[in-house]
């Protein structure tokens, strides 16, 4: 290997132990411990430590002393990236008692402060573990303002060459000013900002006027309703601004998109889905839209796919804008989005978690709302076929790992609040959610929420403020079930007992036992289905309140030629598999039914029960063609292309790729449906192996001609380029200058300048590529860094890639802290998501035992990440 460890010092070091252990199988030995050197600081006279973060201690307490926040920000923001962004800062606060100190949070340097008063007194700084502390002496009971002049710390506000924006969840306000950044301190913000002339601006408060001033322009901006600090923004740079009345309400929204046909395509439903998701909003909690105005904002490559800014919503803009060839998950994607952004208005901004122990709460119902919306506003939808597709996969992809989290977790400090995040709120949450409306009843559940939203509106509140609420509106003993479904991890497996006599069934029993061995019981309620050779079916509910249960009901019926279980796709675990099912998969006309069987497929092949993987793939090729609906296609294609590349061995893969390809092309050629076509055409992309295969999508590119009924746009093009780049294909003109040649959109261009390197044919620009990630200015866009891992750790680059495991391991700790709130995972699957070697298993295994006392949280996600790998451990062969 001729990769250098020698930039990264003591961490480098570590890195490479851990390689060579693993590329020699030996167990590393643990580092010696150290005697710690703790550095002197400032004496703090009373009141909770100034530690580093926002401790719960800390927050407890101000929340007790300090009430009506208010504050007033000045910032002039230069034409140039280089040069600081000037801040003059209004704190304006209650104080209970002032016999303490008051602690700012602001994670930012100290030679950023240039001047604070305390009541019109001047104070020197005291800014000590990322708080800037008022003394008690300039403090008084009643009204206190603090006036401070700064530079605006910069890690939050995601500067690019001609527009900012802010992104301060869960505690990042705190990087940009001084801030109680705690989200139960509700506060008004009353903004100015100074831009270069050209700039459109938006913030949380609508425009109150805006004054032209040479080479400036300034916006100002009424005061904001009373809003959790995490959820202040502003946006402002060279977008187009649009303004449309919808349902009499005028909506606004700042975009950069140049594509006409993206244009043309997206801006009428854009809005009209804002629209929709409100009204149903406002009719299922029975609350109006609660805040002042109600704008959103495109970003190119923004972090997640969008953030409920309070009246200024930011989107990631690939998102919003489709164009006539957007494949029914794209839109049903998008139709999700915008409703999910939408209901935080109500779940989330106008009732706000206590503390981010409970950041699940306002993103359950988001989604859990989103699903809901979705059904109503997209016509044709199949909302229970949706429900299957985007929840239990990703639910299941944490929950089987060994790094599994509860849906609540606890939490000691906010600068640990990023990483709760992750798939279990978003997708095990939703199910559990689903669970207990099923349990409750619809509309006893919409009752039960409608009187949190009025209790608790423009406050605070937690998930047993919730289950109070809910439980007396149910006999069912909501404490004992919220225990094991929210405050556990895992999920059971389920067995049966099927017996019959004289072709009846004389009894049908089924049994969960927990995944992890525990005694664990999931309450819960599903269904089986009773499969027949003629195609007749009988569907029975099962509602599993104990370990073993009996249906009743399933006595006397003829004796099935098989059992399909969880066949309306609302029940949570490892259910069991027909040995007959893969044959008979084409003759389940319901697409529930054949969603959850895709599903229970996958989730015992993981398990290495029933089928092994080429077996499965064997399966999912047959029904290429069989399968007629849209989502279904995307679920079992992508199972398909992760059996590919991730559970077959490299020589598997040659054996079974010309084949795959044909079916693929075939399965293209027959399906009338342009989507379908489209996901069939991404997959044959995806798993491309042999020469005429790669020529055909070169011939594809090179003469940007799309198979007959498939229709492909720029960044499809686009990601072919990559394709095709990541497999060196041979061509006269290296095909990625052209691409970027092609490209119009100068923010498209960007990114595709940043990826080439990632791509390149040498090696050492690889590593070059690599190396440079340690800084973590080069990791700003954490979207393009994903996806250039991607492209670094792509398996047909394992034998030069590998190496970057172990110095991919010692950042995260760095990226946590300097990264937003997904990108920890993120990071870690793009670079171990595809690799399934003793070697590379071997990799993770010496770092965790390196470092014994690793952060436990991010622990968790190293062994989230990695399961996969562990599995391929045992599965290829």
């Given at each position: 290997m001729?990769f250098?460890f020698?930039k990264?010092?003591?961490?480098?070091?570590?890195?490479l132990?851990?390689?060579?252990a693993?590329?020699q199988r030996?167990?590393?030995?643990r580092?010696a411990?150290?005697?710690?050197?703790a550095?002197a600081?400032a004496?703090?006279?009373g009141?909770p430590?100034?530690t580093?973060?926002?401790?719960e201690?800390l927050?407890?307490?101000?929340?007790?002393?300090?009430?009506?926040?208010a504050?007033?920000?000045?910032?002039?923001?230069?034409a140039?990236?280089t040069?600081?962004?000037?801040?003059?800062e209004?704190?304006?606060?209650?104080?209970?008692?002032?016999q303490e100190?008051?602690?700012?949070?602001?994670k930012?340097?100290?030679?950023?402060?240039?001047?604070?008063?305390?009541?019109?007194?001047?104070?020197?700084f005291?800014?000590?573990?990322e708080h800037?502390?008022?003394?008690?002496s300039?403090?008084?009971?009643?009204r206190?303002?603090?006036?401070?002049?700064l530079?605006a710390?910069?890690?939050?506000l995601n500067?690019?060459?001609?527009?900012?924006?802010?992104?301060?969840?869960p505690?990042?306000?705190?990087t940009?000013f001084?801030v109680?950044?705690q989200?139960?301190?509700?506060?008004?913000f009353?903004l100015?900002?100074?831009?270069?002339?050209?700039?459109?601006?938006m913030a949380?408060?609508?425009v109150?006027?805006?004054?032209?001033?040479g080479?400036?322009?300034?916006y100002?901006?009424?005061?904001?309703d009373s809003?959790?600090t995490?959820?202040?923004?502003?946006a402002?740079?060279k977008?187009?601004?649009l303004?449309?009345?919808?349902n009499?309400?005028?909506?606004t929204?700042l975009?950069?998109?140049?594509?006409p046909?993206?244009?043309?395509?997206?801006?009428g439903?854009i809005?009209?889905?804002?629209a929709?998701?409100?009204?149903f909003?406002?009719?299922?909690t029975g609350?109006?839209?609660p805040?002042?105005?109600f704008?959103?904002?495109?970003i190119?490559?923004?972090?997640?796919g969008?953030?409920e800014?309070?009246?200024?919503?930011?989107?990631?803009?690939?998102?919003?804008f489709?164009?006539?060839?957007?494949?029914?998950?794209?839109?049903?994607?998008?139709s999700?989005?915008?409703a999910h952004?939408?209901?935080?208005?109500?779940?989330?901004?106008l009732?706000t978690?206590?503390?981010?122990?409970?950041?699940?709460?306002k993103?359950?119902?988001?989604?859990f709302?989103?699903?809901k919306?979705?059904?109503?506003?997209?016509?044709n939808?199949?909302?229970?076929?949706?429900?299957?597709?985007?929840?239990?996969?990703?639910?299941?992809?944490?929950?089987r790992t060994?790094?599994?989290?509860?849906?609540?977790?606890?939490?000691?400090?906010?600068?640990?609040?990023?990483?709760?995040?992750g798939?279990i709120i978003?997708?095990?949450?939703?199910i559990?959610?689903?669970?207990l409306e099923r349990?409750?009843?619809?509309a006893?559940?919409?009752?039960?929420?409608q009187?949190?939203?009025?209790?608790?509106a423009?406050?605070?509140?937690?998930?047993?403020d919730l289950?109070?609420?809910?439980?007396?509106?149910t006999?069912?003993?909501?404490?004992?079930?919220?225990?094991?479904w929210?405050?556990?991890?895992?999920?059971p497996?389920?067995?049966?007992?099927?017996?019959?006599?004289?072709?009846?069934?004389?009894?049908?029993?089924?049994t969960q036992?927990?995944?992890?061995?525990?005694d664990?019981?999931w309450?819960q309620?599903?269904?089986?289905?009773?499969?027949?050779?003629?195609?007749?079916?009988?569907?029975?509910?099962?509602?599993?309140?104990?370990?073993?249960v009996?249906?009743?009901?399933a006595?006397?019926?003829?004796a099935?030629?098989?059992?399909?279980?969880?066949?309306?796709?609302?029940?949570?675990?490892?259910?069991?598999?027909?040995?007959?099912?893969?044959?008979?998969?084409?003759?389940?006309?319901n697409?529930?039914a054949?969603?959850?069987?895709?599903?229970?497929?996958?989730?015992?092949?993981?398990?290495?029960?029933v089928?092994?993987p080429?077996?499965l793939?064997?399966?999912?090729r047959?029904?290429?063609?069989r399968e007629p609906e849209?989502l279904?296609?995307?679920?079992?294609t992508?199972?398909?292309?992760?059996?590919?590349?991730h559970?077959?061995?490299?020589?598997?893969r040659?054996?079974?790729?010309p084949?795959l390809?044909?079916?693929l092309?075939?399965?293209?050629q027959k399906?009338?449906?342009?989507?379908?076509?489209?996901?069939?055409?991404k997959?044959y992309?995806?798993i491309a192996?042999t020469?005429?295969?790669?020529?055909?999508?070169?011939?594809?590119?090179?003469?940007?001609?799309?198979?007959?009924?498939?229709?492909l746009?720029?960044?499809?093009?686009t990601?072919?380029?990559?394709?095709?780049a990541?497999?060196?294909f041979t061509?006269?003109?290296?095909?990625l200058?052209?691409q970027?040649?092609?490209?119009?959109?100068v923010?498209?261009?960007?990114?595709?300048?940043?990826?080439?390197?990632?791509?390149?044919?040498d090696?050492?620009?690889?590593?070059?590529?690599?190396?440079?990630?340690?800084?973590?200015?080069?990791r700003?866009?954490?979207a393009?860094?994903?996806a250039?891992?991607g492209?670094?750790?792509h398996?047909?680059?394992h034998?030069?890639?590998?190496?970057?495991l172990?110095q991919?391991?010692?950042l995260?700790e760095?990226?946590q802290l300097?990264?937003d709130i997904?990108?920890?995972?993120s990071?870690l699957?793009a670079?171990?998501?595809?690799?399934?070697?003793?070697?590379?298993?071997?990799?993770v295994?010496?770092f965790?035992?390196f470092?014994p006392d690793?952060?436990p949280?991010?622990?968790?996600?190293?062994?989230?990440?990695?399961?996969d790998l562990?599995r391929?451990?045992k599965?290829?062969r």
């Open positions: 001729n250098s020698r990264y010092g003591k961490a480098g070091a570590f890195a132990a851990v390689l060579t693993a590329c030996q167990p590393v030995s580092p411990v150290l005697p710690a050197t550095a600081s004496a703090n006279i009141g430590p100034v580093t973060g926002v401790s201690e927050a407890i307490a101000r929340k007790k002393n300090i009430s009506r926040i504050y007033d920000l000045n910032l002039t923001i230069p140039q990236r040069e600081p962004i000037t801040v003059v209004a704190v304006a606060f209650n104080l209970r008692d002032a100190p008051v602690q700012l949070d602001f930012a340097p100290t030679a950023n402060l240039q001047s604070l008063t305390v009541n019109g007194q001047p104070v020197p005291d800014h000590r573990n800037l502390v008022l003394p008690a300039t403090l008084k009971p009643g206190n303002v603090a006036e401070i002049r530079n710390g910069e890690q939050s500067r690019n060459a001609d527009y900012l924006y802010t992104l301060l969840v505690d990042r306000a705190r940009v001084p109680f950044d989200p139960n301190m509700k506060a008004t009353t100015a900002l100074t831009v270069p002339e050209g700039w459109q601006a949380n408060g609508p109150r006027d805006s004054t032209a001033n080479a400036t322009k300034q100002r901006f009424a005061t904001s809003i959790s995490y959820l202040f923004s502003f402002a740079g977008f187009t601004r303004t449309r009345q919808m009499g309400r005028p909506m929204l975009h950069r998109e140049t594509d046909s993206k244009l043309q395509s997206s801006l439903p809005f009209q889905l804002h929709d998701a409100l009204q909003m406002e009719q299922y609350i109006p839209y805040f002042q105005k704008d959103f904002v495109s190119p490559d923004f972090q997640y969008g953030m800014h309070v009246g200024a919503i930011d989107y990631k803009a690939s998102t919003l489709l164009d006539e060839g957007a494949t029914q998950d794209q839109l049903l994607a998008r999700n989005l915008v952004e939408t209901a935080h208005m109500w779940f989330g901004d009732v978690m206590q503390w981010f122990n409970d950041v699940w709460m993103e359950v119902f988001a989604n709302m989103a699903d919306v979705t059904q109503v506003a997209v016509k939808s199949n909302y229970d076929l949706k429900f299957v597709i985007d929840h239990y996969p990703a639910a299941y992809g944490i929950d060994a790094g599994a989290n509860p849906i609540r977790q606890p939490l000691t400090n906010l600068q640990d609040a990023g990483s709760l995040y798939n978003y997708h095990k949450a939703p559990m959610m689903r669970q349990l409750m009843g619809p006893a559940f919409q009752q039960g929420l009187e949190y939203l009025r209790k608790y423009n406050s605070n509140a937690t998930w047993p289950i109070d609420i809910l439980d007396a509106r006999p069912a003993d909501l404490q004992a079930w919220n225990q094991v929210v405050n556990q991890p895992g999920r497996v389920f067995t049966h007992e099927l017996k019959t006599n004289a072709g009846k069934i004389t009894s049908l029993a089924l036992r927990a995944e992890d061995g525990s664990r019981l309450p309620l599903f269904e089986v289905l009773l499969v027949y050779p003629n195609g007749r079916t009988k569907e029975l509910t099962v509602n599993m309140s104990e370990r073993t009996a249906l009743p009901l006595v006397g019926q003829p099935p030629s098989f059992v399909l279980f969880n066949s309306t796709g609302l029940g949570y675990g490892v259910f069991p598999v027909a040995q007959q099912l893969p044959a008979q998969l084409a003759g389940l006309k697409p529930v054949r969603a959850a069987a895709y599903v229970n497929l996958y989730e015992n092949m993981l398990n290495g029960q089928i092994k080429q077996e793939l064997t399966v999912y047959q029904a290429l063609t849209e279904n296609l995307k679920l079992l992508g199972q398909a292309s992760d059996i590919f590349w559970f077959l061995s490299p020589a598997q040659v054996a079974v790729a084949a390809e044909k079916d092309w075939a399965a293209l399906n009338p449906a342009a989507n379908s076509k489209k996901l069939l055409f997959t992309q995806s192996l020469q005429p295969a790669q020529a055909r999508l070169y011939q594809i590119w090179q003469s940007e001609k799309a198979p007959v009924g498939v229709k746009t720029e960044d499809d093009y990601a072919l380029a990559l394709a095709l990541v497999r060196d061509s006269p003109q290296p095909i200058p052209q970027l040649n092609r490209i119009k959109n923010d498209r261009q960007r990114r595709l300048q940043f990826l080439m390197p990632a791509l390149a044919p090696a050492a620009t690889r590593d070059a590529f690599f190396t440079s990630l340690a800084d973590d200015k080069n700003e866009k954490e393009w860094v994903t250039a891992l492209y670094l750790h398996p047909l680059r034998e030069t890639s590998e190496k970057y172990p991919s391991l010692e995260l760095e990226i300097t990264g997904f990108f920890p995972y990071w699957q670079s171990l998501g595809s690799y399934q070697t003793d070697r590379a298993a071997g990799v295994r010496a965790l035992n470092h690793y952060n949280k991010l622990r968790a996600k190293l062994l989230q990440a990695s399961d562990f391929a451990e599965l290829v």
